[in-house]
């Protein structure tokens, strides 16, 4: 995961910690909002990201989900968590573009396929 935070950090000019929170926050939204075997193969084709989405579980209270609908609800997360709305779309753009390397463009693609609006903020 070293290198996906670094990544984001760098494009999105934000501290690490906050590159985690929103790798944490777009895991956990994938993990319910994603088809399941697309999701589980990009955890596990970046290191340390079994365990961070395990950490997002946990620290997430019951009862909250993600307000709104498709990616909408992700962005509001992604707020939520102290990103601007232009940190929002570079960090979507950068972690994408590192699932693409990690697990190809078929499995990104569904994972894309299945969030209505995520495409636009690719």
Request: proline share 3%; aromatic share 4%.
């Amino acid at each position: 995961m070293d290198e996906l935070v670094t990544r984001l950090s760098g494009a999105a000019h934000i501290e690490p910690a906050k590159a985690v929170s929103a790798v944490k926050t777009i895991l956990l939204f994938l993990d319910k909002e994603a088809p399941s075997d697309a999701v589980q193969e990009l955890v596990q084709a970046i290191p340390g990201a079994d365990a961070a989405l395990s950490e997002a579980k946990a620290e997430q209270d019951e009862d909250a989900g993600f307000a709104g609908f498709g990616a909408m609800a992700a962005y509001h997360a992604l707020t939520a968590v102290g990103l601007s709305g232009s940190e929002v779309q570079i960090v979507t753009k950068e972690l994408l573009a590192h699932a693409r390397e990690k697990v190809g463009e078929e499995t990104t693609g569904r994972i894309v396929g299945a969030i209505p609006g995520l495409e636009a903020f690719i």
